[in-house]
Each structure stands twice: as C-alpha cells, then as structure tokens.
C-alpha cells in the first residue's frame, strides 16, 4: 500500500490534465501542472535512491530519473506522464505480488493464539497466553486455538495442523499426545498440560521465521542489479548515438523512455517471494531470499541421523536392569524421568511404557546433550549418557541407549531399535538427481549403527560418534567446489552446524527451538522429502528468476534500437514500457506455481 498513494496522486495529476488540455484548451497549463509533477517526482527519486545505496540496497534506477527529465526538457509531456504512471503503477503492482505472494506465511500471523482457560482448584480462569507457565493445565474448547506447546492429560479429540505444517486432513489425538501451539481443536473439549510457556512455543517460532523472511534482502535482487550496470551504460550509448546521428534530442529522450529497466528490479523480488510463498505452502518455511539462491546452487549435503534420516520414533529393543531392579521398575523410573523431555528417545521410552505407567516427578533438571536428573518416588533418577548417570566402571553397549542410575548406584541400560525413514532413499535419490554431487551422514550414535543405517542409502560419507564440534570441522573441511553445503539436523545438538553450513534445515515438526531458530530453512512437517522439495523449489525459483531477467533486457534492448530510429515515438514508447513491467510481473509470479516438470 505504500506506494498506491503515488499512483493515485499520478493518476489525478493526469486527470486534470487532460482537462486543462482538451476540456479548457490550455495546454500550456498542462504541460506545467505535468513538468511540476513530474520534477517533484524525479527528485524524490533522487533522494531515495541516494538514501538506499546509502544503506547498502539497491536504489531506483537513474534511468527512471533520465527517462522523466529528457522527456519533459523536450516538450514531451505526456509521454512523461506515462512513464510517471508505468513508475508509480509497477511499484503498485509490485506491493499487491508481494502481499498476494506472502498470503500463506502472514495467515501465521493471522492465527496467533491470545487467551487460555487456566484450570484451577476446579473452576476455569481466562489468562493471556504470555502467562502460562510450564505445568500449567489448561483446557481447551472446540474450536480453539492451542494455546502453547503441550500434551493431552484428559479427553481425545482431532486437530488441524494445517497452517503448521501442511497436513490437510486433521489427526486424531489422544491421552499423552502433543499438541503443537496454534494448532485448532476439533469437536471435543480437552484438558492439556503446559510443556513449554508461549514464547518458547513452536507456534512462536515460526511466527519469528516469517517476520525474518519479510525482512532479510536477497543476494540475487543485488545481482539482478549488477545487470543494471552494463544495462545503464548501453541505453546511455544507444541514446546518445540516437541524438549524435539525428540531430534531434527528442530521440534521446525516446530511448530512454523505453530503456527504463523496472524488469531488473522487479523481476527477482517478485520471484523470491513467490518461491517462498510456494515453500511455505508445502511446509517449508525459507527465512530469506538469499538462502533459496544458495539452495538452488548447493553441491554439498550433510544429514543427522536420529529424528533425520531415521523415524524419531525408536522402538525399546532391548531392557537390562541391574539387581535389584526388575525390568518393570527400570523402565517406570527412566520413562518417569522422560516424560517431559522433547528428545527423540524420551518420546520413544515414554510411548512404550504407556501414561499408566509413569510417575509423578519432581525437581526435574535436564543437562543438554547429557540426559535427565529427577526425583521420582523419593528415588534419585538419572538418565542419560553413561558418563552422566554413573562413575561406576561400567562397559558401554554398541547401540542406541540410554542408561540409568536409581538412588546414586547405576541400575542399567535401555536400547532401541532405529528405523530407517520410509521416504529417505527416495529423497537421497532426489536429491542426486537435482545436482547434490556429495551426501554425508554426520551423527553422534555408534559408528557401527551409523553404517548400519548407511548401508540401506546411497551415501558417499559416514561419520559416527562425533560431537557437535566435530560436525562443524567436518562441515568448515568440505572444499571450496563442492559448496554451497547443506545440514539437515532436528535437535539442540545440531543448532552449531545448521549455523555452520551455508544452508541449515531444520526437520521442526518435533525438532528443538534452538534447531529451528538456528536453521535457514525449517520442514514443518514430519517429511525427509520436503528437504528434496524445497531444493527443487529453490532451483526452479531462481531459473524464472533469471529467465524474466534475461527477457526483459532483451525486450528493452530491441524496443531501445528500435526507438533510436525514430519509429517509435516517446508516448508510444512509455506505453511499451508499460506493457513490458506487467510481463515481468506476471513471469515473476509463475515461481508461486513453478515450472511443469516432465514426469
């Protein structure tokens, strides 16, 4: 809308002109009421294109300010007119793309949760959602929006998931089932309990992914500008050669008119929107324009494997207490101690044992990428990695587990059973096929359980037992030619190499607020196969964009030798112009559908 007051001011403006002209036949009224305008205008221009470059963008084009004065210093005022009237129009244009592009990422904004309904000694009290604290119970009505991240402690009902991560068709959630904040309550009232407050939600997460996507430039709209460079110095050459040959400075003003190159301005914005928009609409929220033009050209992928390449839904394999625990009391303490945790074992443990099974906890602390301390049933719980529970010269297995220590002596170890993601080979194929030349597999479990896994996908490096730092000097290791790199990770301990890579993606459906926040990209939806949509979306943004680039100096090159011959007059040339901006436009926003791919 910032920019509609100006073509409504250009439009009046041309209005009365008109009626001075043809209506009172003052023409000489005309053409000072248009030349005050249009100075008023160039000038304007002037200063703002001073004050981006000044803020290190891209400012308005100096042929647009050329354009306006070489037209009115010889005479031709209307044809000024129409180019004030193509400026002002496709900055309007450009505003209504760009809001009818980002539709999708702002219906976030749209839903944020407000209020709750606060269970309390057995009445309800209505509190603000920035009040909620972890523990709390809340209930929730039909038809309501989730207020914060958390689980099911009474009532089944179904929920929409649709504006979080692109499910159509609502899932069906039961007594110990999470709920994503923002998420919409079907026909059954529920009673939840808080497992996070309202600003470390998932929902406001991604609400602060979309204000970064809106605000962050893209490295291509500086290079759509670069273009204007060389672009700038042959219509001023074409231009001038024009008047030289003719004699006439009239000529030089008809280049100019149509050399204005709004395409170069329009036509990458209005693609990274729309590339973005059609991201979003597939459960990938992309932060910037700069992190889809380094998608489209990325060489290089490294994944996480647990929650990444693998389910996040581990299945307990194996149970081997210590006396004199039972197996029973072993799995209750641990699955206890887990049951508010978001890591992809604790999810896994706290689902085998079922709710009945659990406990009630007390003075809960989590270390991260340690394990859990807790106190259940006046026992000491902790459990973790083996170094974290016990001191206890204890021999450690060659699976995924977690171990645990009951009272301060250890009491033994859970393993689970990883299972591969059905889409992963398929998506490692895609990815093949879009140019990745290079795919890694970058985890922390057991080397032999990283190769296990390995074996069933098209890999050309497997590294097990690393830290996060060892993540980030493999990733700081890969060659200057086989970058952009790719890390696709969900949990805390990949947040330092999401940052690390040239492009981090975050698999956010269950994935930690740290991952997210520290990703590029963030998969709303429990799916390996939006990391290949989001490549192929990506390429296919950044090919329109170019291609509407490459046409629009093409189509502004002929109509600009076609002017320099005197064919073209300076009114009908604005009109060209005109009609060239609205086929940038309408190139541009083919990104929103992408290109048809043969099958």
């Not at 945790?341 to 991260?368: I, P």
């Not at 170890?413 to 096929?433: C, G, M, N, V, W």
């Not at 080397?447 to 000097?473: F, Q, W, Y």
Request: aromatic content about 4%; charged content about 20%; glycine content about 8%.
């Amino acid at each position: 809308m910032k920019h509609t007051w100006k073509l409504v001011a250009t439009l009046v403006v041309g209005a009365v002109a008109l009626v001075l002209a043809f209506g009172l036949q003052q023409p000489m009224a005309a053409q000072v009421l248009v030349t005050v305008a249009g100075s008023l205008v160039a000038l304007s221009m002037f200063f703002e294109m001073i004050k981006t470059l000044r803020s290190g963008k891209y400012g308005v084009d100096l042929l647009a300010i050329m354009a306006i004065v070489a037209t009115l210093a010889v005479g031709e005022y209307w044809a000024s007119l129409m180019v004030l009237v193509m400026l002002t129009g496709g900055d309007s244009l450009e505003d209504y793309a760009t809001r009818k592009a980002g539709q999708e990422l702002k219906s976030l904004l749209d839903n944020s949760p407000q209020n709750a309904h606060l269970v309390s000694a057995d009445r309800l009290e209505d509190i603000a959602v920035e009040k909620i604290a972890v523990g709390d119970q809340l209930l929730v009505k039909p038809g309501e929006l989730v207020p914060v991240d958390s689980k099911i402690i009474k009532g089944n009902s179904t929920f929409d998931e649709s504006s979080l991560t692109g499910e159509s068709r609502p899932l069906e959630k039961l007594v110990g089932s999470e709920l994503m904040s923002g998420s919409v309550n079907g026909a059954a009232a529920v009673t939840i309990e808080a497992l996070s407050t309202a600003a470390d939600s998932q929902y406001q997460a991604i609400v602060q992914l979309v204000k970064e996507s809106a605000n962050q430039p893209a490295n291509f709209v500086r290079m759509a500008d670069r273009y204007a460079v060389p672009f700038t110095a042959i219509a001023i050459v074409i231009a001038v050669v024009a008047w030289l040959i003719s004699g006439d400075p009239v000529r030089l003003a008809e280049v100019l008119v149509v050399a204005s190159p709004c395409p170069l301005i329009l036509a990458a914005p209005i693609s990274l929107v729309s590339g973005m928009s059609r991201a979003s609409k597939n459960g990938v929220i992309v932060k910037t324009g700069t992190t889809i033009e380094k998608l489209a050209s990325a060489k290089t992928i490294a994944f996480d494997k647990t929650g990444t390449l693998t389910k996040g839904q581990l299945t307990v394999n194996e149970v081997k207490p210590i006396e004199p625990w039972p197996a029973q009391e072993l799995l209750h303490f641990a699955a206890s101690a887990e049951q508010r945790s978001g890591h992809v074992l604790a999810r896994s443990l706290v689902a085998y044992v079922g709710v009945d099974g659990l406990g009630a906890v007390s003075q809960l602390s989590e270390v991260t990428g340690q394990g859990i301390e807790a106190i259940i049933d006046d026992q000491v719980v902790k459990v973790g990695k083996l170094a974290f529970v016990t001191q206890q010269a204890v021999q450690a297995v060659e699976q995924t587990a977690v171990y645990v220590s009951i009272g301060g002596k250890y009491a033994g170890y859970i393993s689970f059973l990883d299972q591969l993601r059905p889409e992963a080979a398929a998506t490692i194929q895609k990815l093949r096929h879009f140019g990745l030349k290079h795919i890694m597999m970058l985890t922390g479990d057991q080397a032999t359980i990283a190769k296990t896994i390995a074996a069933k996908l098209d890999l050309d490096e497997v590294h097990g037992n690393l830290l996060p730092k060892d993540k980030i000097r493999l990733l700081q290791a890969v060659d200057q030619n086989a970058r952009p790199t790719i890390m696709v990770g969900d949990g805390v301990n990949d947040a330092p190499s999401l940052t690390t890579a040239d492009v981090g993606i975050a698999m956010g459906a269950h994935g930690a607020t740290a991952a997210s926040e520290s990703a590029d990209v963030v998969i709303l939806k429990d799916d390996l196969s939006r990391v290949a949509s989001a490549v192929m979306i990506s390429q296919e943004t950044m090919q329109i964009a170019r291609n509407d680039v490459l046409a629009g100096i093409v189509v502004l090159v002929i109509l600009m030798l076609i002017a320099a011959t005197g064919v073209i007059p300076a009114l009908v040339g604005a009109m060209f112009q005109e009609v060239v901006d609205m086929m940038t436009i309408l190139l541009a926003l083919r990104a929103r559908k992408g290109l048809r791919r043969k099958k």
